[in-house]
């Protein structure tokens, strides 16, 4: 049977979906939904059949949502996002994962808890906020976040996680013990003898390759990283590339050495993609080379920046490429990276993307 696909939007001002077939030639758009709410994140449980929106704010205060239609109908909880009393209130949902039978959210500031009734409720997974490192996180530009989430495929108990500004941590036993992987990740904003802590770094995307659990991808402020060895060691794979400094990075779908990035001029020059000339940079060895992908995409007084979740791939053949910018336009290729489109603009500043394939 033909498909789908989808790609899920979280904005500034709530959820949209856009829909095509496989061909991905045209996209429709729906939304926004959840209210306008600000959606930090967007993603699909295809083992559940649902939709899932993670975001709120100081004023609406944390929450999920849910659609089982594909984003015809909507619910929302908040049962349990919350830290115990005389601590900081929990303000926004930044990350959403499926893994091991429910789903993980990452909030601000910066902790874990998990639902196992498709987030009609949650609790705290408390082990992360015990680790003894805690007391020397910091809040980076966005918040004291956790924002990245990476299951392992074949063992529910590990899972990775990035807080900016944490670091790197991992857990082998569904949560109750931690251990920081940061090694080889710098801190260019430390004092010269200090630039390589065990915890601290301001991760901004972890993304894990596919059918190699123990090679991660990390998106640093201060670098581009790979890890052969599930974050016990980092290697600098930032050579080539316009800047050390991004935001979002996206996995092939089963290419373990192809990866997308979207560099950006720097955390203090404007944070805009480079010279004002967009591309998605790609590499095809595991960071060993890069080459920049511009075809069909602005280059000139292209002044926008992507964000931390605002990139994806899909699982199509050849592989679709999407992302999204902070002034409200959204970018597809269906062939890899070597064309663009802009499939949609004037949306609220994009948060997220991700992709979703179903049968037509």
Same mark, same amino acid.
């Not at 449980?45 to 089982?68: I, L, M, T």
């Not at 007084?301 to 931390?308: E, H, K, S």
């Given at each position: ?13 709530? /959820? ?20 306008? #709410? ?5 993603? *699909?449980?295809?083992? /559940?059949? +649902? ?11 944390? *929450?999920? #949502? ?5 984003g015809a109908t909507w619910t929302?909880?908040? @049962? ?7 601590? @900081? ?10 893994? &091991?039978?429910?789903l993980y959210a990452g909030v601000?500031?910066?902790? =874990? ?12 997974? /408390?082990? =992360? ?7 020397? #996180?910091?809040?980076?530009?966005g918040g004291l976040i956790l924002? *990245? ?6 063992? !529910? ?14 857990? /082998? ?57 599930? $974050? ?6 930032? +050579? ?9 990075? &996206? ?23 480079? !010279? ?11 960071? $060993? ?5 511009? !075809? ?22 050849? +592989? ?26 004037? =949306? ?7 992709? =979703?394939?179903?049968?037509?």
């Amino acid at each position: 049977m033909a498909k789908k696909i989808l790609i899920l939007v979280g904005t500034k001002k709530g /959820a949209f979906i856009l829909e095509s077939d496989e061909g991905r030639r045209s996209w429709a758009l729906r939304g926004p939904f959840c209210e306008a #709410w600000p959606m930090n994140h967007v993603v *699909a449980d295809p083992a /559940a059949g +649902a939709v899932y929106a993670g975001g709120g704010n100081e004023w609406f205060g944390p *929450a999920v #949502w849910k659609s089982g239609d594909l984003g015809a109908t909507w619910t929302h909880s908040s @049962e349990g996002l919350a830290y115990a009393a005389g601590e @900081e209130p929990v303000k926004s949902v930044w990350s959403l994962a499926p893994a &091991a039978g429910g789903l993980y959210a990452g909030v601000e500031p910066a902790g =874990l808890f998990r639902s196992d009734d498709g987030g009609a409720s949650w609790r705290q997974v /408390a082990g =992360l906020r015990d680790h003894p490192s805690r007391p020397d #996180w910091q809040p980076g530009g966005g918040g004291l976040i956790l924002h *990245a989430l990476v299951p392992h495929p074949d063992d !529910d108990r590990q899972l990775w996680v990035g807080i900016s500004a944490g670091g790197v941590f991992h857990t /082998a036993d569904g949560g109750v013990t931690w251990e920081a992987r940061n090694r080889g990740t710098r801190c260019d904003y430390l004092p010269e003898d200090q630039r390589y802590p065990e915890h601290g770094q301001c991760v901004h995307c972890l993304v894990m390759a596919p059918g190699m659990p123990e090679r991660l991808y990390q998106q640093n402020h201060c670098g581009m990283y790979r890890s052969d060895d599930g $974050g016990r060691s980092w290697t600098s794979i930032e +050579a080539g590339l316009p800047s050390s400094f991004g935001f979002p990075a &996206a996995a092939h779908p089963r290419d373990p050495d192809t990866l997308y990035l979207l560099p950006l001029n720097g955390d203090s020059a404007g944070r805009y993609v480079p !010279d004002g000339q967009a591309a998605v940079w790609r590499t095809r060895d595991g960071g $060993g080379s890069w080459q920049a992908l511009r !075809d069909g995409l602005p280059q000139e007084n292209a002044f926008f920046g992507v964000l931390r979740q605002a990139m994806a791939t899909d699982r199509l053949e050849p +592989a679709g490429v999407y992302f999204g910018t902070s002034t409200g336009a959204l970018f597809a290729s269906a062939d890899e990276g070597e064309s663009w489109t802009c499939v949609a603009q004037h =949306l609220p500043p994009i948060l997220s993307v991700e992709t =979703l394939a179903v049968e037509g």
